[in-house]
């Protein structure tokens, strides 16, 4: 931004090395070059910038593979998690939120408390679906939709059982050079059995979440949720 020139503002973003959002920099940690030139930054202030993020559910039976203690589902604990987060969510920031499925969309560019809302009431029948991409495409096609704030950034989160058949490696080609392309990120939460953790599957949609500047977590029921803010806080 010019308008105010000679003082010049820009907006930056900054990770650390692990893909962390790099929270309480000094204006000294910067530096701007101009005609090979080394200025100082005058200020430097951090801002919450609202979040555009669908979460995508590949149905399949693994997701609804039960605790015998608890009974609970593995995706009723992963749903807990989000509600938990969403629910964290500073009111104050106007996040974009959406969740779909093999079979559509089921909340559409919502608040968080509608997204919790319609995350609860979330039930289909696992068991019955056949796992496949349709999921991952539709929620490219929403997150692609032209964010409503500067700076706001897109990412989809990836809820997926194995899938072994065909060739999922050129499968998934496309649809990891469009993420990049438009620079979404893809976080994938990969649940089934622990012996599918070193699968072809898991190596691919592992490759899909780095290359598009997310990670991929595996969860056979009794690991440890990352906390999804920190994917997400920048």
């Known amino acids: 931004d010019v308008s105010a020139f000679p003082t010049i503002s820009g ?82 920031l106007a996040d974009d939120f959406s969740l779909v499925s093999q079979a559509g969309p089921v909340i559409n560019h919502a608040p968080a408390a509608d997204f919790v809302v319609g995350l609860n009431g979330f039930q289909p029948n696992f068991r019955s679906a056949v796992p496949n991409l349709q999921s991952l495409s539709i929620a490219l096609d929403t997150v692609s939709a ?44 990969y649940v089934g059995p622990a012996t599918a953790f070193t699968s072809t599957s898991a190596a691919t949609f592992s490759n899909l979440a780095i290359q598009t500047g997310g990670s991929m977590f595996t969860y056979s029921g009794i690991e440890r949720f990352p906390y999804p803010e920190n994917y997400f806080s920048g």
């Open 146 to 189: 032209q964010t409503t704030r500067l700076g706001m950034k897109r990412a989809i989160l990836f809820i997926t059982p194995p899938m072994e058949g065909g060739d999922i490696v050129a499968t998934l080609e496309p649809y990891l050079q469009r993420a990049v392309e438009n620079n979404i990120r893809i976080f994938v939460w």
């Open 11 to 92: 907006f930056l973003d900054a990770f650390g090395t692990n893909g962390v959002f790099a929270s309480g920099l000094k204006p000294e940690a910067v530096s701007i070059i101009e005609d090979g030139q080394t200025l100082p930054v005058d200020s430097l202030n951090e801002i919450a910038v609202p979040l555009q993020l669908v979460v995508a559910v590949n149905q399949g039976a693994q997701l609804d593979t039960r605790d015998p203690s608890t009974n609970f589902s593995r995706f009723q604990r992963i749903s807990q998690i989000l509600v938990q987060w969403a629910q964290s969510r500073p009111a104050d």
